[in-house]
């Protein structure tokens, strides 16, 4: 039983998936993913490492983040923060990516409305997330983090150390140090800081966004489960413009 009802709920998707336009490619390696979460799931429930009451606050309350992290795009000065929880080799993220991220950044970004942070949540399922997130920040060494981090996710159906390493040099990075720093122990902790904060936060897939204002200098928000389409992150923005001060 279970498995039929998983199965209808894979069809059910994959119409949904093939309304919104994307291509089938893309509809099947969100399938698979999905497929992939629910026997880890299982996985997790027979452990008994999932307890009822242990996944931190619901989607609709707000949390509060006391550091936004490192890499963020925009004005310091932006009256909305979005934070990002991303595993760069999730065909969800991909798809925010490829669908969403552009308009988002030239809308709200570029005009100082909004302030994008993102932070790694690499997920156990996806075997080169960890080296994805670590390559990124070691690109960032050379002033090239959000070039190589958007260049890894728009390729999460066939990211691999071949591609990451192939992107880098695309990008004419310094490839000794950027292999000395991909090979080492660098930023290890600080990804493991970002998976804690995801998990204190009750973040458990990706990607998952935190969206609201900074405050005497801690940031709240609400989660946004999920790749949704613009008009979702525009009605957040625009409540959070347009409404009382926080």
């Known amino acids: 039983m279970?498995?039929?009802?998983?199965?209808?709920a894979l069809v059910a998707c994959s119409a949904s998936l093939s309304a919104q336009g994307i291509t089938q490619q893309q509809a099947d390696a969100i399938l698979q993913e999905l497929k992939a979460m629910r026997a880890a799931i299982d996985r997790l429930a027979s452990s008994g490492a999932v307890r009822p009451g242990a996944t931190g606050p619901a989607a609709n309350e707000p949390v509060t983040i006391q550091s936004i992290g490192t890499y963020v795009m925009g004005s310091p000065s932006a009256p909305i923060t979005i934070v990002e929880f991303t595993d760069l080799q999730c065909p969800f993220c991909s798809r925010f990516a490829g669908t969403t991220f552009d308009e988002l950044k030239r809308n709200y970004i570029?005009?100082?409305k909004v302030?994008?942070?993102t932070r790694d949540l690499p997920l156990p399922m996806h075997p080169h997330a960890v080296r994805a997130a670590k390559a990124s920040r070691c690109a960032g060494e050379q002033n090239k983090f959000w070039e190589l981090r958007g260049a890894l996710v728009r390729n999460a159906a066939t990211l691999s150390p071949a591609l990451i390493n192939d992107q880098?040099?695309?990008?004419n990075l310094n490839?000794?140090?950027f292999d000395k720093c991909l090979d080492g122990p660098a930023f290890d902790s600080?990804?493991?800081?970002?998976?804690?904060t995801a998990r204190s936060l009750g973040v458990t897939g990706t990607?998952?966004?935190?969206?609201?204002k900074t405050v005497s200098g801690a940031f709240t928000g609400v989660k946004v489960v999920g790749a949704p389409p613009l008009a979702v992150f525009e009605g957040r923005i625009k409540s959070l413009l347009t409404g009382p001060s926080h």
């Open 2 to 8: 279970r498995v039929f009802k998983l199965a209808v």
């Open 110 to 112: 570029d005009t100082g």
């Open 115 to 117: 302030r994008f942070a």
């Open 168 to 171: 880098a040099k695309l990008l």
């Open 175 to 177: 490839m000794a140090a």
């Open 190 to 196: 600080l990804i493991e800081q970002d998976i804690a």
């Open 207 to 212: 990607p998952t966004f935190v969206i609201g």
